[in-house]
């Protein structure tokens, strides 16, 4: 891999694959095949803890997820 992983949501009862590159500090890109679709999230979460309160991939899940569904 070299930092790209593999991922199924489930939005509204919709599995959604996903496969995606995931960087220090909460840097993200999520490859949506059968939505398609490219997510990119940039983060700042360098510090001790803070990788916690920006759950980016939460953001995903429960934000944006459900907007490119509708």
């Known amino acids: ?12 009862g919709t599995p959604i694959d ?4 995931d ?11 059968q939505l398609d679709a ?4 940039t983060g700042s979460a360098y510090l001790e803890g803070q990788s916690r309160q920006r759950d980016l991939t939460m953001i995903m ?6 907007g490119l569904l509708d």
């Open 23 to 33: 960087g220090f500090g909460g840097q993200y890109i999520f490859v949506l095949p």
């Open 61 to 66: 899940e429960q934000h944006i997820l459900p």
């Open 1 to 12: 891999g070299y930092q790209w992983w593999t991922r199924t949501y489930q939005v509204n």
């Open 38 to 41: 490219v997510v990119v999230l």
């Open 18 to 21: 996903t496969f995606y590159g």
